[in-house]
């Protein structure tokens, strides 16, 4: 059966209308490279209808009390526990990663579903000592308004699930631009949202909306006044873009951008756990995650072992259709990735790196199938510096783990780090403020897979911002501090003295 049929067939059993047109922005399977369909992009005065239906619905929502808007979430998350098999595959066919990740990024819509229930109960402010006789200082938090989300295409349900579980509990309305190159995804999970909300007795007009198109649509979404905060997860040029444009604008912003992440093999790790992580964080997605492994460091003595290990992982895995048990690397995205890659080793072997594979496999299905390559370099150089969002793992013999932490720290993006040791000071120093600079430090564990319990997010060109668990609700509100006098006299601030 083709991907048409089959999307045509997930979106009847989800229970949504498929859009389709003769033309519009064409959405391609990268498991064969074809056309699944054509989805209609939004025009603009759809853009601006959009905006003005989350603004009202914004005015309604932001009086339901908390708990009952975390219900909404609860009846959301549920319905995709239902259908969880069924948007998996939609994943996999959209974007090509295998059906367990596939599997895998619904349950993170679920996972943080059911946090954002519970953070609907703690939406907590402070009561603060006044300096002055009978006052009392509050810090209270409100509903912040429309949020507009811009998201990659790499996790096209996941990332907004982040954004929209806490933006809606926390009483906001959400304008969302997936990427042009997996909208099926975006309408599917959006729809199950806003039948939730029908089923509830929650009016869905303007609750969430999908607006489909090209980066333009994402600058028109950026530029609207009526959109109070955008939440931009994508590559670090489109982050410098939203960011700029946003601070003009003095409008808020929360950027989840690139990573070129490391991981620190030292003399005492245990090498086969650490094998296996690396080759996971390195290959997973087909090296398409922002956290992907692509820097290694490992300890001179134990480096040349170590890389054969590697190769004789990377040599057996099992490449193919990813909606095949079994199969661990599907395609790359397209084909502008799988220029990019070459080029990449090109320039590394420019640099003086000896790659191994990296080269198109035919599978037999057509798309972008790549064994991931592995480039034994003689110093961190090169290529090795920038994120190219492809399978590549680069790798470093290092002496002392000073120097390995300070190459770690030596690039723009500041993501996700690991170390594998037993030793408890190197761990230890590796997560203190003379560590790692990343927004996540890893021990005996890889850069990629995280919880959605804590914060997640990078520094310096990764953007800043944080999403997902901790106190990352805060993004989505307004801070409001109130001052309240309840005595009979003025006493002022500072001791200053009015008389009038
Ligand atoms: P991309 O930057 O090409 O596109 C992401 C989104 O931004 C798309 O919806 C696109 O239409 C939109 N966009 C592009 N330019 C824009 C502009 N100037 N103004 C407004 N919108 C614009 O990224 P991609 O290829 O879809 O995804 C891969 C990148 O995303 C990698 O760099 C990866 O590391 C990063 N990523 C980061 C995270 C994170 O949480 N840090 C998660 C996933 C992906």
Redesign the pocket.
């Known amino acids: 059966m083709s991907y048409a049929s089959q999307v045509s067939g997930i979106f009847g059993k989800l229970g949504i209308e498929l859009p389709d047109a003769a033309s519009g922005i064409e959405v391609r399977s990268p498991i064969d490279g074809n056309v699944i369909l054509a989805v209609p992009a939004s025009t603009q005065a759809e853009f601006s209808a959009s905006v003005e239906r989350a603004q009202a619905c914004f005015l309604k929502w932001r009086n339901v009390p908390a708990p009952q808007r975390g219900a909404l979430v609860r009846a959301f998350g549920e319905k995709v526990r239902q259908h969880k098999p069924t948007l998996g595959r939609l994943v996999t066919i959209e974007t090509g990663k295998i059906l367990q990740e596939g599997l895998g990024e619904v349950q993170e819509v679920i996972d943080i579903c059911e946090f954002a229930l519970g953070q609907s109960r703690q939406l907590y402010g402070l009561a603060i000592a006044s300096e002055r006789p009978d006052h009392k200082l509050l810090e209270t938090w409100h509903p912040l308004g429309v949020v507009g989300i ?6 096209p349900m996941a ?1 907004w699930a982040w954004n929209a579980a806490l933006a809606l509990v926390c009483g906001d309305t959400l304008v969302w ?5 997996t909208p099926l995804s975006a309408l599917a999970i959006n729809g199950l949202l806003l039948a939730a909300a029908r089923e509830s007795g929650v009016d869905a007009a303007g609750l969430s909306e999908v607006v489909i198109g ?2 333009d ?3 028109a ?2 530029a609207h006044p009526g959109v109070r905060l955008v939440s ?7 982050g410098r ?2 960011g700029e ?1 946003c601070a003009r604008l003095f409008k808020r912003s929360l950027l ?4 070129n992440n490391a991981a620190i093999v030292c003399p005492s790790a245990d090498s086969q756990l650490a094998v296996r992580a690396v080759t996971f964080a390195a290959v997973g997605t087909a090296g ?3 956290t992907t492994l692509r820097r290694l460091f490992v300890h001179r003595a134990g480096c040349a072992q170590f890389v054969k290990r590697l190769l004789a992982a990377y040599e057996n895995l099992p490449i193919g259709n990813p909606l095949h048990e079994g199969t661990l690397i599907g395609p790359l995205i397209d084909q502008g990735i799988y220029e990019r890659m070459q080029a990449a080793l090109q320039a590394a072997r420019a640099a003086g790196g000896t790659v191994h594979y990296g080269g198109r496999i035919d599978v037999g299905l057509g798309g972008f199938y790549v064994r991931p390559a592995l480039v034994e370099m003689p110093a961190q150089t090169g290529p090795m510096c920038e ?1 190219t ?1 492809a399978p590549i793992l680069y790798v470093v013999p290092y002496d002392g783990l000073d120097e390995a932490i300070e190459w770690n720290n030596a690039v723009s993006h500041g ?1 996700s780090s690991a170390i594998f040791t037993r030793d408890l000071q190197e761990a230890e120093t590796f997560i203190s403020a003379r560590g790692s600079d990343c927004g996540i430090s890893n021990v005996n564990i890889g850069t990629s897979g995280a919880e959605i319990g804590g914060a ?3 520094e310096k060109d ?2 800043g911002g944080r ?1 997902a668990g901790s106190d990352a609700w805060k993004n989505y509100m307004r801070r409001a501090t109130n001052t309240i006098n309840y005595g009979t006299s003025l006493p002022l601030a500072q001791g200053i003295r009015f008389e009038v």
Not at 232 to 238: H, I, R, V, Y
């Open positions: 811009i998201s990659a295409f790499n996790f990332v631009k997936p990427s042009e190159k090209e980066l649509l994402g600058e979404l950026v931009a997860t994508g590559s670090t040029a489109m873009a939203v444009a989840e951008l690139g990573g398409q995650r922002c994120e969002f993501l997640f997010g990078g990764t953007g999403e």
